[in-house]
């Protein structure tokens, strides 16, 4: 079995490269946002010429990476969300809502502060886990059933 994984969230720390470092043996493709925070905002006006409104701006930059996230979820086996502890991440909460939509198996990421604000993201999930490790360690699970 080979899985494809999308890894949403949040975009400040490191836990896309922990699971992929952790999943490194393991038959995984890993996909996900663009995480180049200047790029992911800006690729709308970049491409399709400047708006004199920061609305506007966002707007194109939003339906455009759009694209790209609906196609990858679409794709996707299992979706794992990263809700992290400094930054609203309002794009993983969509995320999150729009895998479980489409039936993908939900991988919720993050601490044990979010647990009453995620109750119902959590509710959707598969699974919820604290770490990174804790996500490689059910991925690792899924494909081989070993513990």
């Known amino acids: ?55 506007w701006h966002d707007h194109k930059g939003a339906k455009l990476n759009a694209i790209r996230t609906r196609k990858a979820l679409a794709d996707a086996d299992v979706v794992v969300v990263r809700f992290g502890e400094k930054y609203k991440q309002w794009n993983a909460a969509f995320d999150a809502g729009f895998a479980s939509a489409l039936g993908k198996a939900l991988i919720v990421l993050h601490g044990p502060e979010h647990q009453h604000a995620l109750k119902e993201v959590d509710a959707a999930a598969l699974a919820v886990a604290e770490t990174p490790e804790q996500v490689v360690a059910a991925l690792r699970y899924v494909l081989d059933g070993t513990l």
């Not at 006006?45 to 400047?50: C, N, P, Q, S």
Request: proline share 4%; charged share 25%; net charge negative.
């Open 1 to 55: 079995m080979e899985l494809n994984v999308y890894l949403a969230g949040e975009i400040h720390t490191d836990w896309r490269e922990q699971i992929m470092r952790g999943a490194a043996d393991l038959p995984i493709t890993f996909t996900g946002p663009v995480t180049d925070h200047a790029a992911s905002d800006d690729c709308g006006v970049h491409i399709f010429g400047a708006e004199e409104s920061k609305f």
